[in-house]
């Protein structure tokens, strides 16, 4: 595919500006499900992963057949590297409208039984790299008419979770800094949210005994977990062109849990 077919659609006798978003963490149950709502809306992707290279293939091998007008690119890169190779990463990256943060880890645990490595780690994928990326993405952003930064929060970031506090601080720290960047860029045409999902469907959760899962279940007034559909949608109508007043907003998709 030429760089002029990837940069533009023809549609109608017109050529209009693709939309080309950046999914982090597309391998995920959530970004699967990410993926396959813009894919359907209209958009071009990069399929992220950090490790599941075959699976992030596979994502855009299949999209790409079911709708042959976008492009899908599997992308690698480790959270965990150096800034130096953030910054060659970005550079070799095609124009994009969003960025999509969806990678995440979390170990449950005590503090005091925490390895000092493993918070460093959770701290660094959840919230610096994540705001390294922004920094590094924000020049080539805000040169569109419209720019998307959509952050995967928890409804821990708002409620603290015993046991994942290290959890909880990362993705806490993730609404403030929206909350603040929304307000630098606000009138560049970036907008800045979070998504921030309660407990979900999705095989991050499959390490909880069933027992646990279902007491959890038990006290969302919804009744029921999330779906990873429940949060791809919010995703969807954040990134949508019309969505350009919302900013610096986090938004709880958690069934009334934990508010």
């Known amino acids: ?13 017109e050529y209009q ?53 976008q492009d899908f690119i599997p992308i690698r890169l480790n959270f965990s590297i150096s800034d130096n190779k953030l910054i060659v990463f970005v550079k070799n990256l095609l124009p994009i409208n969003a960025a999509v ?50 952050y995967l929060g928890s409804v821990y970031g708002g409620q603290g979770s015993a046991l994942e ?6 993705k806490a720290g993730l609404t403030r800094f929206s909350q603040a960047y929304a307000r630098e860029v606000a009138s560049t045409h970036l907008t800045v949210n979070v998504v921030a999902p309660g407990a979900v469907n999705t095989p991050m959760n499959a390490m909880f005994p069933k027992e646990t899962m279902q007491e959890v279940k038990e006290e969302i007034p919804a009744g029921r977990l999330a779906e990873s559909s429940d949060i791809s949608f919010w995703i969807k109508n954040l990134l949508d062109p019309h969505s350009n007043y919302l900013t610096g907003q986090t938004i709880y998709v958690s069934g009334g849990w934990l508010l």
């Open 17 to 69: 500006l693709m939309k080309r978003a950046i999914i982090f963490g597309a391998t995920g149950g959530i970004g699967q499900s990410i993926c396959g709502e813009l894919a359907a809306a209209g958009w071009s992707l990069y399929i992220h992963c950090n490790q599941k290279w075959d699976a992030a293939c596979k994502i855009s091998h299949k999209l790409a057949q079911k709708y042959p007008a």
């Open 1 to 13: 595919m030429n760089l002029v077919k990837i940069l533009f659609v023809e549609l109608e006798g």
């Open 101 to 150: 943060f969806a990678e995440g880890i979390t170990d449950y645990n005590f503090v005091g039984k925490q390895k000092m490595a493993k918070i460093d780690q959770i701290m660094q994928i959840n919230l610096i790299t994540p705001i390294k990326l922004t920094h590094l993405l924000e020049p080539f952003l805000i040169k569109n008419k419209f720019s998307r930064i959509v």
């Open 165 to 170: 506090a290290v959890y909880s601080a990362s």
